[in-house]
């Protein structure tokens, strides 16, 4: 698919991350980042990815980096900074501006509210709940699997461990966005312990490819979740060339996708994972990953395989819920916009806030990424009055609906590729 423009004539689509010049909007003012941009710790991609017309980062930055804002402000503040000159850098027309000046406005209102009151403040008692909790989950799967030699109870312990791992993902997760203890340092060493004994990954793999889904939540050639090519597809439009790119893989995806997923799962674990590792050479991770593989050596190689098989269904099947089935886009949007758009919850009940790690309430997590993912329920009320007050829609259906809508997704998509195939042969014969 081609980079699509605008009336305007302004390109959305993929960036070049080599343009000579590079500057970012933030509250109301550019600011140079060309030389910034190879020092930014989350990465250039995600820094570049702002660096383009209609773009606006304001929000971002302030989401992203809540937890280190006074930092963030020094180093804007030496960077060179100019004016927006309207007729020159703004693409969107005077209403459009308006709309998301007052959108930015209630929604910045609102987060201040919330972090005064003390929404955003972690929990120690909450963190070690969960962290004893995937402990414990985890110690039972090893003895089982280790100490009963039925295949019965080796089964069973086998989704004991899966179910440690995938506990084990949701903290992951959590202290990778630093809402675990608030301290960035803390959370970044929990993460890559975590993630690395448990599942085998790189931390700062998974926290700089996560970013680019939270900063662009399907967007396409910029959300990273969307491109599980040449594997798995779950929206045509990531597709360059439908009729070139319709593959075996694509075509039966529904019925290889039990497979697909393990697939996956090793080419972050060994080829993603072992890049960041070897680039990056951070020692607990290298210490993480090592225990994982002696912990893999210990309950033996089948018992493994089948724990991940597991844990990467069950990781998979409760994070597309949330976004999968919803429209991708290639134009920028409102940070508060997109995450209504882009994002929706899932039942809104306590047996899914913990089978979903919290993260059944997705809109409240995208928009405010770095608030302790537990207390993401109790701002629900506020988060859709603001929604309904700039007209917006707020989503939220039951977990049957959520899952029956992302598997028909899937399920549409290799229909329409077969269909395509198929045509495409009638008309050669």
């Known amino acids: 698919m081609a980079p699509s423009t605008d009336s305007t004539g302004k390109n959305w689509g993929k960036v070049d991350l080599a343009t000579p010049s590079k500057e970012i909007l933030y509250d109301e003012k550019y600011y140079d980042v060309t030389e910034f941009i190879t020092r930014h710790p989350g990465g250039k991609q995600i820094i570049g990815y702002f660096a383009n017309p209609g773009e606006d980062a304001t929000l971002a930055i302030q989401q992203f980096h809540a937890r280190s804002f006074n930092k963030v402000q020094g180093i804007m503040k030496s960077l060179k900074s100019r004016p927006v000159t309207e007729s020159q850098d703004e693409p969107f027309d005077k209403a459009t501006r308006e709309k998301n000046k007052a959108l930015t406005k209630d929604f910045t209102k609102l987060f201040m509210e919330l972090k005064a009151e003390g929404v955003f403040d972690p929990s120690y008692t909450h963190i070690t709940y969960r962290i004893v909790e995937l402990i414990l989950i985890t110690v039972l799967g090893l003895y089982v699997v280790t100490q009963y030699p039925s295949l019965l109870a080796k089964s069973v312990g086998v989704f004991a461990l899966a179910m440690g791992q995938g506990r084990a993902l949701w903290v992951m997760h959590e202290a990778g966005h630093y809402s675990l203890t608030g301290n960035v340092s803390i959370d970044k060493k929990i993460e890559a312990f975590v993630i690395g004994i448990w599942i085998g990954w790189s931390g700062i793999y998974w926290r700089k490819h996560h970013s680019l889904h939270h900063a662009m939540t399907n967007r396409i050639n910029r959300d990273s979740d969307l491109n599980s090519k040449p594997v798995f597809i779950n929206n045509m439009k990531v597709l360059n060339d439908p009729v070139k790119?319709?593959?075996?893989?694509?075509?039966?995806?529904?019925?290889?996708?039990?497979?697909?997923?393990?697939?996956?799962?090793?080419?972050?674990?060994?080829?993603?994972?072992?890049?960041?590792?070897?680039?990056?050479?951070?020692?607990?991770?290298?210490?993480?990953?090592?225990?994982?593989?002696?912990?893999?050596?210990?309950?033996?190689?089948?018992?493994?395989?089948?724990?991940?098989?597991?844990?990467?269904?069950?990781?998979?099947?409760?994070?597309?819920?949330?976004?999968?089935?919803?429209?991708?886009?290639?134009?920028?949007?409102?940070?508060?916009?997109?995450?209504?758009?882009?994002?929706?919850?899932?039942?809104?009940?306590?047996?899914?806030?913990?089978?979903?790690?919290?993260?059944?309430?997705?809109?409240?997590?995208?928009?405010?990424?770095?608030?302790?993912?537990?207390?993401?329920?109790?701002?629900?009320?506020?988060v859709k009055a603001l929604a309904e007050k700039h007209g917006l829609p707020y989503q939220v259906y039951s977990y049957r609906e959520a899952a029956v809508k992302s598997f028909k997704n899937v399920y549409d998509v290799a229909n329409q590729l077969r269909a395509l195939s198929k045509s495409k042969t009638l008309k050669n014969e």
Request: aromatic content about 18%; overall charge negative.
């Open 245 to 382: 790119e319709n593959s075996f893989l694509f075509r039966n995806q529904v019925e290889l996708s039990p497979f697909s997923v393990i697939l996956i799962e090793f080419f972050v674990m060994v080829r993603l994972s072992g890049t960041a590792l070897l680039k990056h050479r951070v020692w607990e991770e290298f210490l993480a990953l090592g225990l994982h593989y002696v912990a893999a050596y210990y309950i033996g190689f089948w018992p493994w395989l089948f724990s991940h098989w597991i844990l990467v269904v069950y990781f998979s099947v409760n994070l597309n819920m949330s976004h999968t089935h919803l429209p991708v886009t290639d134009q920028p949007t409102h940070w508060v916009e997109h995450g209504l758009l882009h994002t929706c919850d899932v039942e809104q009940r306590p047996w899914c806030d913990w089978w979903m790690g919290h993260l059944n309430y997705q809109i409240e997590h995208h928009l405010f990424p770095t608030m302790p993912q537990f207390k993401n329920k109790l701002i629900v009320g506020r």
